[in-house]
Nanobody, 126 residues
Framework: VQLQASGGGLVQPGGSLRLSCTAS????????LGWFRQAPGKEREFVAA????????RYRDSVKGRATISRDKVKSTGYLQMNSLKPEDTAVYYC????????????????????WGQGTEVTVSS
């Protein structure tokens, strides 16, 4: 499975972005998709994840109410809609896919994910 992330860019505080992650290859093996981010000088952190079968999802606390993760099984694409963006959301965002069917408690674990895409950069600044 190959993953291609897109949709990053420069946005003003309070603005919105929709990140996309398109999978190719053996997409039937995808059990879940997650988004992680890494800010300059910081460790990579979990943002959100979705179970492919029933859209069960989980979010990190700091994006709850501002982010919505979704997926289009036909297009083999996952999305992360981010609203009310803050400067602290500035980071490189990575998507990752797992071949397992993740339970929500396991979704933040990086070792759950089998495939990683390249990052897409999000900068929130005025």
């Amino acid at each position: 499975v190959q993953l291609q992330a897109s949709g990053g860019g420069l946005v003003q505080p309070g603005g919105s972005l929709r990140l996309s992650c398109t999978a190719s290859g053996r997409t039937s093996s995808i059990g879940g998709l997650g988004w992680f981010r890494q800010a300059p000088g910081k460790e990579r952190e979990f943002v959100a994840a979705i179970r492919w079968s029933d859209s069960g999802s989980r979010y990190r606390d700091s994006v709850k109410g501002r982010a919505t993760i979704s997926r289009d099984k036909v297009k083999s694409t996952g999305y992360l809609q981010m609203n009310s963006l803050k400067p602290e959301d500035t980071a490189v965002y990575y998507c990752a896919a797992t071949a397992s069917r993740p339970i929500t408690s396991s979704m933040p674990r990086e070792d759950l994910y089998d495939y990683w895409g390249q990052g897409t950069e999000v900068t929130v600044s005025s």
